[in-house]
């Protein structure tokens, strides 16, 4: 059964920063979410991983979500991590336990988490990850099979001619990354495009950089639509794409969530008149030398010194905005009275193995250290 991508959600709820109250995921928070998502027609995919929120995000699609809807009502995605495979056995063993955490009883979505040029890539085919999920679909524990992606466009066209079983690739896609040259976005989107393979969006928001930007880009915005939020200017331009199946967002309050269901209901495609005030805040944030990061957390877990990595370069990219500024020293003093500092940071280098950005994180530690430290 091929998927009808004029039949998706256009938008998808991704659980990967749910909100928390004292270092857990705050349930009743979360149950609020989902509600209000599931309410809306046609509202109803989800999108879990292995890793999210240190293994505990599947857990709570068990709680506010499988535990509380018919299993039918919902399509739930998860993901199958490279970077936890030792070998071929650990295929069933992860998948077991993501049924397990999950209580979903199959999956409707099943993804290669990050697939991307160099050691991911060559450890699914080397356990035949993808004979693997053919299997799996045979016995109707995974519906859909497909990958996410962080690779060059060339890696791209050699996974799809050598896979012609995948049906969906899910790709970070937004205004800011379209020409990037470290994401690509656009070039990989045309190669979807023209195999018509139908593409899930990643980041449309670059987790949360382009729903708050400088002054001076915002205003650049609201003159044209001024009653729209900032975040919904990114989520039109993946929604109007052709072939974009759904569009994840990944929402962490009750706010953002009515805000992107208001932006999808009464979906309006983007204009010509706005597609051009989008190339011009584009060339206007390249000159803000920014660091690119879209705080996915992947760096965190396996930090030696625990440096809570995504919240440094937050302070890192005020300080470079606002030298003169003093906020982004008092924000990281906060910051360091409990996690690591930038100081401390030994360059062993698992951040950046496990990085979708390719950031060059210790280098970039070096940077706080000084500015801020």
């Known amino acids: ?43 109803h995919y989800f999108d879990t991983a292995y890793m999210y929120h240190g293994g505990k995000s599947e857990t709570a699609a068990k709680e506010a979500l499988v535990k509380r809807y018919p299993r039918e009502s919902f399509y739930l995605a998860t993901k199958l991590p490279a970077w936890e495979m030792r070998g071929e056995e650990d295929r069933d063993r992860i998948f077991e336990e993501q049924l ?26 080397k356990y035949h990850c993808f004979q ?60 979807l495009h023209r195999r018509g393979i139908p593409v899930i969006v990643m980041e449309p928001v670059k987790g949360g950089t382009l729903a708050g ?9 609201r003159e044209v639509r001024p009653e729209a939020s900032i975040a919904s200017w990114a989520l039109r331009f993946a929604g109007s794409l052709t072939g974009v199946a759904t569009v994840l967002s990944g929402m962490s309050s009750e706010e953002q969530m009515k805000d ?32 690119p990061c879209t705080s996915c957390r992947y760096c965190c877990d396996g930090c030696p010194r625990g440096i809570r990595i995504p919240e440094v370069f937050k302070a890192l990219n005020t300080a470079r905005m606002y030298s003169a500024d003093d906020r982004s020293r008092t924000f990281y003093n906060r910051l360091i009275s409990c ?3 930038a100081s401390e940071c030994i360059a062993c280098g698992q951040c950046e193995k496990v990085c979708p950005q390719h950031l060059p994180i210790p280098e970039l530690m070096k940077e706080a250290a000084e500015k801020l430290g």
Not at 109 to 125: P, Q, R
Not at 145 to 167: A, C, N, R
Not at 278 to 284: A, I, K, P
């Open 339 to 341: 996690s690591g500092k």
């Open 260 to 291: 992107n269901l208001d932006t999808f209901t009464n979906f309006q495609p983007l204009t010509s008149q706005e597609k051009d005030v989008l190339h011009r805040v584009v060339e206007r944030m390249l000159d803000m030398p920014l660091v």
């Open 213 to 221: 930007m400088a002054p001076e880009l915002e205003t650049m915005l």
């Open 1 to 43: 059964m091929g998927m009808d991508i004029v039949k998706m959600p256009k938008l998808g709820f991704g659980l990967m920063r749910l909100p928390e109250k004292e270092g857990r995921i705050d349930m009743a928070h979360v149950c609020n979410m989902v509600d209000a998502y599931m309410e809306k027609e046609g509202f």
């Open 100 to 125: 397990e955490r999950t209580g979903a009883g199959f999956f409707d979505f099943y993804l290669l988490h990050a697939l991307e040029d160099g050691s991911h890539y060559d450890i699914y085919e």
């Open 132 to 191: 693997w999920a053919m299997e799996k679909k045979k016995e109707g524990r995974i519906r859909h099979f497909g990958f996410s992606y962080h690779g060059t466009p060339e890696l791209l066209e050699k996974v799809l001619d050598e896979h012609p079983e995948v049906e969906f690739v899910q790709i970070q896609l937004n205004y800011a990354d379209w020409e990037n040259p470290a994401v690509q976005s656009g070039k990989l989107y045309e190669i």
